[in-house]
């Protein structure tokens, strides 16, 4: 246990001393809130779908904890570059505590990146309909924060440097944002792309923070929570054992 | 305490290890020797647990670090040829995180830090951070993590590569307390003949893969009829220059160097 705390730790030691990254993070969700939301918003607004803004933030919010968590988990490239995971790979801990620390450390710091994202949303205006929901809220961002670093970690086990790392930007992270509805509404959407977002993890993470925060869900918060928690254990096996095989 | 029975290890077209054999006893300094790209990290890798043998068998400590990787990674502890430090924590942060992994109770291991930043002067900046570090600072970091705890096997990977001769004597003097007082097995490798000679019982010389010569310093030079270790090593392994091919990660750590600066 001791071993999970330490590298839990050492996730949010190096977030911490990031300040500029911190800060720079902050920049692309706001783009997305202030450009997307303000500019689309009359057109929305207009197909009688009320605010836009008030829509898309909780899809901002998952966008955000998505991108931490993904890349704290490839982050695990940099260690293998710069040595220091073979220390943790050689050390008589099993190797699942090393990768279960790692992973909720990747989790918990994406976790605070959302909140700020949170506080964000505010300042530019978006009200969450109930503050009783709001836990609600923070536990579907755990659990997208959870299910995205472990299949980051799943990732950074398998490749052997950064080469493939546009690959998986282009037809990974990116997809998996688009296609999860944190832009667009799920209702009477074309059939295949209804099918391909219901695939998508994320659009049960988004939808479950929509029906924390603005009362709206599509397929109902109960379906969010156990289909999340469900890939959540799924991704979390598939990372240890993709972790559990790293040869250096 | 190692014993190692037809080792190979193949990469695609290229074999680094070919058919190696060899034994080390419990309590022996045993010195693995080559030139660049002969095949010594691959085989502490294989020992280390952190490569899979294309063929052969290994035991550590009568394990086989195949199928009881924790049981034997319990037994043995490395310093490694290439970096291997957390950059973005302190040098304190670092042993810290070491003596952890290692289970070195608390106190122990806040003394044992305070004991051994101290031996080789990095107590003054144990809460700068690593990447501050020059690179004989860095070094000689990993070393002091490397004697936080008290394994029954050493791995040494060219220990002193960028050492001054002041730490690197304070290493040697330290193999050497921890090999008698403590019985460790130590395996290490080294290009300096005259720490080979110094510190190690027997020698094993390698190239491309496999062994050509074991024995005490005396049988080297006795079999190859030379002087010095170093005549006998060059006799033994010839005087070509070798490339060693950059790796995945020696050739990421060029980018990142790219854009660190």
Redesign the interface.
């Known amino acids: 246990m ?2 999970i705390y ?2 839990w730790l ?1 996730e949010l ?2 977030y911490s ?2 300040r500029a990254q911190i800060i720079a993070s902050l920049g692309q969700p706001l783009l997305y809130l202030l450009v997307l939301g303000f500019g689309l918003g009359p057109v929305f607004q207009r197909a009688g779908n009320g605010s836009y803004l008030q829509f898309m933030a909780p899809g901002v919010i998952g966008m955000t904890v998505l991108f931490t968590s993904i890349f704290s988990g490839i982050a695990l ?8 995971l ?9 190797r699942l505590q090393v990768m279960v620390g790692r992973t909720l450390g990747g989790a918990t710091v994406a976790m605070i990146q959302g909140m700020l994202i949170v506080v964000v949303c505010l300042i530019c205006g978006f009200r969450p309909v109930s503050l009783v929901m709001l836990p609600l809220g923070f536990l579907f961002m755990a659990l997208i924060a959870t299910v995205f670093a472990a299949l980051g970690t799943s990732i950074g086990s398998s490749l ?3 080469q493939g790392f546009q690959l998986i930007m282009n037809f990974l992270v990116l997809p998996i944002f688009f296609l999860s509805g944190a832009l667009f509404p799920l209702g009477n959407l074309p059939t295949a792309l209804a099918i391909v977002t219901r695939l998508d993890p994320l659009s049960y993470g988004v939808d479950g923070l929509r029906g924390a925060l603005i009362n709206a869900s599509h397929f109902g918060v109960v379906t969010d929570l156990v289909v999340l928690s469900g890939v959540a254990v799924l991704f979390l096996c598939l990372g240890a054992w993709r972790f559990s095989k790293i ?2 | 305490m190692i014993r190692v029975e037809h080792l190979v290890k193949k990469f695609a077209e290229f074999t680094a290890v070919n058919d190696v054999s060899f034994e080390v006893a419990k309590g022996e300094i045993f010195a693995f020797l080559g030139p660049n790209g002969a095949g010594k990290t691959t085989t502490i890798k294989m020992l280390t647990t952190l490569l899979r043998p294309t063929g052969g068998t290994l035991s550590l400590d009568g394990l086989d670090p195949l199928t009881s990787q924790h049981e034997a990674r319990k037994r043995f502890g490395i310093v490694f040829q290439d970096p291997s430090l957390d950059q973005d924590l302190t040098a304190w942060e670092n042993m810290e995180l070491h003596g952890v992994l290692y289970h070195v109770p608390r106190k122990e291991r806040r003394e044992r830090t305070e004991t051994l930043l101290k031996l080789f002067e990095l107590w003054e900046k144990r809460d700068a951070l690593v990447k501050t570090f020059s690179g004989g600072m860095k070094r000689r970091l990993e070393i002091a993590r490397g004697f936080l705890h008290t394994p029954k096997i050493l791995f040494l990977d060219e220990p002193t590569l960028g050492l001054d001769p002041q730490s690197r004597n304070q290493l040697w003097t330290h193999v050497k307390y921890l090999n008698e007082t403590q019985s460790v097995t130590v395996f290490l490798t080294t290009h300096y003949m005259d720490e080979a000679e110094r510190v190690a019982q027997r020698i094993a010389v390698i190239d491309h893969g496999k062994i050509v010569a074991t024995g005490s310093p005396q049988e080297l030079k006795q079999q190859t009829g030379t002087e010095s270790l170093e005549e006998a090593f060059l006799k033994l392994t010839g005087t070509t220059i070798r490339d060693e091919q950059a790796g995945a990660a020696d050739q990421l750590r060029q980018i990142a160097k790219m854009w660190r600066k």
Request: proline content about 6%; overall charge positive; cysteine-free.
């Open positions: 001791k071993a330490i590298l050492r030691k190096k001393r990031s490239l940099w260690d293998r570059q710069f040595g220091f073979k220390e943790t790979l050689v050390a008589p801990v099993p052997q440097d950064m040869e250096i």
